[in-house]
């Protein structure tokens, strides 16, 4: 399955969903609960697969360098 569709939703929408936070683990939460929302016919293994990348992309994107919640 192709994921980078959904990743770089999440990524595009990291700003909105994820506006206040600024720890990883919370991160982390707060993708799976978007796919949860957004992709339900995604397996486990396939979710672990999206927030992993997700994650990573935010972190080369410099997501958690900055304060919560602000514009980059």
């Given amino acids: 399955m192709e994921f980078n569709s ?5 990524c595009d929408q990291a700003d ?3 506006a206040g936070v600024s720890k ?3 991160a982390r939460a707060g993708i799976a ?3 949860t929302i957004h992709q339900v016919k995604l ?6 697969t999206v ?3 997700a994650m990573r992309v935010l ?9 919560a919640g602000e514009d980059g």
């Fill in 24 to 26: 990883r683990d919370e």
């Fill in 16 to 18: 909105d969903f994820l």
């Fill in 33 to 35: 609960e978007w796919l």
């Fill in 51 to 53: 927030v992993k990348e």
């Fill in 59 to 67: 972190e080369q994107e410099g997501f958690f360098e900055r304060e």
């Fill in 6 to 10: 959904i990743i770089s939703d999440i």
């Fill in 43 to 48: 397996d486990h293994d396939d979710k672990t």
